[in-house]
Structure formats: structure tokens, C-alpha cells
């Protein structure tokens, strides 16, 4: 009976984080086995390709799908919950909290609290992230799935925390990409229906829409944490290894400016200079120009430009 009651609690666990219960063996470099089920079932769907086959329209919804959900992610989950970079109203940040959990990504609360903490510690021991410390596969994914970095850490993020709705949000996480992939596949189902000449289908349509479109993000955002900390130049002295990297600015719509992002976190531009794409930040003017949100933060020019650029390393 003890035994079984343990097992309803685990499963309750994947949707319910307040019902999660780590087993008593967990250490801080363990692997979540049990809750790591749903990200590696959601790799091993890939091989489902080969069955849904592909159409013009799902590879364009994948697309949609991961700019989207990667625009939420970077604008709010990191330019505006962990860093506070611009403002919006209530109903505002609770939109693109519910856009940004649809990635997969945990919790806004759970997101932006780790990132504070990323910053605090970057590149040093208690930096679970850091290649330099632990690795590149553990800073890449094994950090994520691992029980010691699973708890939201509430004291760092008191500010989000008085909003119910993000409290909830943070709680069920999971259930919110369930719902988005099953929305995914009633929208496929519709085309296949209504209309055929886009030859997709409810199944197609959720592997590439969510599967895919998913696995590219979770890929892309990782490499922030993996690759820009090693591969890349170097334009200030900051004291972690963080690197500015063109590739992964493009596939992270911004993201690889990351040491002009350590040497000045406040600014909502993480590209300083005009050259320097900065795909969310054009997307946040965008938002700024119809009052969605207001008072984006720039780097000052004193700040940007009071360490000569360094050697490329």
C-alpha cells in the first residue's frame, strides 16, 4: 500500500510540483529519472517522421511555433521576469508567462528565479550551469533534469511571487504544454478536414508544431547556458567567461550577445551596437509602439562603451 501510494504521488508529481517527491537517495548531481520520462519520450517522438511525412504547412506552423514561443521566453521570461528590463500590466506579463510555459521550460517564477541565481554565481562553483564547473553536457541539459535543481527558489523572485496567477502558473506548469499540444493537434485535424490542400493532419501537425518546434527550443536556449560560455569573443572583462556569438544570436533571436548581456543585465537590447541582431528587442519596440509595454531600459552609452573590446578569444 506504502508503496503504491508512492507511485500515485510521483505521478502527481508531473503535474502538481507541489505534490513532487524526490526519492531519499536524490543528491545534487542526480538524475530525475522519473520525471525525465516526458523529455526523453518527447526526443524519441522524432522518429515518428517517418510516419506523419512533412507538408510545406507544417514545417511553416513549426517555424511559427518555435519564434514564438522562443520571442516569450527571451523577452519575458528572461528580459522581463529575471531582469525587470521594461514594464507591462498584469494581464500583460500573465499572457506571455502562459506563451512562455508552453515551451516546455518550467515556471516563469521557476525560470527567472534560477536565471537571478545564474547571475549571481556565473561561472563559479554554485553555478549549476557553467560548463567551466561541471561540464558541458551537465551545463548543456543534465543541470535541468537533475532533483537538486528542480524546487523554485521563491526567495529571489518575492516581487513575482505576490501574483496568484503566476504562483499557479508555476505550480502546474506541465499542464499548460499538455493543453497547447492537444490544441495543436484539434488545429490539424480541422485542416485535414476543411482544408485538404494543405495536406497536413492533427498527427503531423503535433510532431512538427510541438515536437520539433520544442526540441529546437529547448536546444537553442541550453546552448546560452553551454556554448556561449565558451565558444565566441569576448568584448568586456567580465568575471565569468560569457562570449557574444552571431550563430547563436540568430537561432536565439538575441540570446548570443551574452557577454554584452553579463557586462550590463538591465538593458532590454542585449545587441549594444546597431550591427549586432537583436531579434527580441525588435519584437519588445514592436509591442512598446502599440503601449503593450513601456519603458524599455537601453545600456548606457557610458557603460556600453567604458571597457575597450578586448582580443577575440
Known amino acids: 500500500m506504502q508503496f503504491k501510494s508512492r507511485v500515485l504521488l510521483r505521478l502527481m508529481g508531473w503535474l502538481d510540483n507541489e505534490r513532487y517527491l524526490p526519492p531519499a537517495s536524490a543528491t545534487n548531481e542526480t538524475i530525475d529519472w522519473w520525471r525525465v520520462l516526458p523529455f526523453v519520450a518527447l526526443h524519441l517522438a522524432l522518429f515518428s517522421l517517418f510516419f506523419v511525412g512533412w507538408s ?26 529575471a531582469h525587470k528590463t521594461f514594464q507591462t500590466s498584469r494581464f500583460g506579463q500573465f499572457v506571455f508567462a502562459l506563451i512562455g510555459a508552453t515551451a516546455v521550460q518550467r515556471g516563469p517564477l521557476w525560470w527567472a528565479a534560477h536565471h537571478r541565481s545564474h547571475h549571481v554565481n556565473a561561472d563559479q562553483p554554485h553555478d549549476v550551469h557553467s560548463p567551466h564547473q ?158 503593450l509595454i513601456w519603458n524599455l531600459k537601453r545600456v548606457p552609452i557610458e557603460i556600453r562603451d567604458q571597457r575597450r573590446p578586448m582580443t577575440p578569444s
Open 134 to 291: 561541471h561540464g558541458f553536457l551537465w551545463s548543456h541539459l543534465g543541470w535541468f533534469l537533475s532533483h537538486a535543481n528542480f524546487a523554485t527558489q521563491v526567495e529571489r523572485v518575492k516581487e513575482l511571487a505576490k501574483f496568484k496567477e503566476l504562483r499557479l502558473l508555476d505550480r502546474f506548469d506541465s499542464i499548460v504544454p499538455v493543453i497547447f499540444a492537444l490544441s495543436i493537434y484539434g488545429v490539424g485535424e480541422v485542416c485535414r478536414r476543411y482544408f485538404p490542400s494543405l495536406e497536413t493532419n492533427g498527427w503531423q501537425l503535433l510532431i512538427w508544431g510541438f515536437v520539433v518546434s520544442t526540441i529546437l527550443l529547448y536546444h537553442a536556449t541550453f546552448c546560452v547556458n553551454s556554448l556561449a560560455h565558451v565558444w565566441g569573443s569576448r568584448r568586456y572583462a567580465t568575471r565569468d567567461q560569457s562570449r557574444n556569438n552571431l550563430w547563436i544570436a540568430l537561432f536565439t533571436m538575441g540570446e548570443g550577445w551574452h557577454n554584452n548581456h553579463h557586462h550590463f543585465p538591465g538593458s532590454a537590447k542585449q545587441g549594444f551596437y546597431w550591427w549586432e541582431i537583436d531579434l527580441t528587442y525588435y519584437g519588445l519596440r514592436f509591442l512598446a509602439a502599440f503601449g
Open 56 to 81: 510545406p504547412f507544417a514545417v511553416l506552423f513549426a517555424g511559427l511555433m518555435y519564434v514564438v514561443r522562443m520571442f516569450a521566453i527571451t523577452g519575458f521570461y528572461h528580459r522581463y521576469f
